[in-house]
């Protein structure tokens, strides 16, 4: 049986052909799976459980007919959808998993992540990521208002998008040494994850050994997935 692994959907509703696109997905490509992983940022706004947007329903009933149906579907928190929680695993039949997460990939020890914590050089990023992850600003946000909240989500998605057309690419990019420390700790040779946007298969060296970092892609402009079986892995962007 074949791995769907899939990241940065980011479903919103300035782009609801996303959405659309999304769905299809879900009802022709995933059901014919084992499992689908999601590493990050399905969401481009997710304020709380007990504040799902109108735009997210149709998304979260196609992941629920799909759990539904026998296709196991793992999430992986992102830097947008870091408030996902038990109340999103009901409502769509979704598992979350730890960032990272070590897994058996048809016979290969894979580890998976988002990514945003692998891009060390980009110390505001790293300082506002600590801050947001922690469960006093956590609680503090979840104890204002549903109106509130998507007041101060907006906020921080303008002032990321102000910082980010300030910084090179490079900077905004994993760092190499933090991708070999970690596959190291986890003693892989096969990382997957998402978050750069930059859709690529990485050949590198660990330990003596031949490693790849597979990087995916996000939907806005490229729909991306990974279909990963007995044969290998292949990165393709979806019709």
Not at 192 to 207: E, F, L, Q, W, Y
């Amino acid at each position: 049986m074949s791995s769907l692994f899939i990241a940065d959907i980011h479903l919103g509703n300035e782009h609801p052909e996303i959405s659309q696109r999304f769905v299809r997905f879900l009802q022709q490509q995933a059901v014919a799976a084992e499992a689908v992983y999601i590493l990050g940022d399905l969401f481009e706004v997710w304020i709380g459980d007990d504040a799902v947007q109108p735009e997210h329903q149709a998304a979260i009933k196609a992941l629920k007919q799909l759990t539904d149906s026998g296709t196991s579907v793992y999430v992986m928190h992102g830097n947008r959808d870091f408030l996902l929680g038990q109340g999103f695993e009901a409502l769509s039949g979704c598992q979350l998993i730890s960032d990272p997460l070590l897994i058996e990939l048809h016979g290969s020890p894979t580890l998976l992540m988002h990514g945003d914590s692998l891009c060390t050089d980009d110390s505001e990023y790293m300082q506002m990521r600590q801050q947001l992850r922690s469960p006093a600003w956590q609680q503090q946000f979840l104890a204002a208002s549903a109106e509130q909240r998507l007041q101060i989500a907006h906020q921080y998605r303008n002032e990321s998008r102000h910082r980010s057309q300030n910084k090179s690419l490079q900077i905004m990019d994993v760092n190499t040494g933090a991708v070999k420390t970690i596959m190291e700790q986890h003693d892989v040779t096969q990382l997957i994850h998402g978050h750069t946007h930059r859709p690529a298969v990485h050949n590198m060296n660990i330990k003596g050994q031949t490693a790849q970092r597979i990087v995916l892609g996000d939907w806005s402009s490229q729909n991306s997935s990974l279909h990963c079986d007995e044969q290998g892995c292949r990165l393709s962007n979806l019709e």
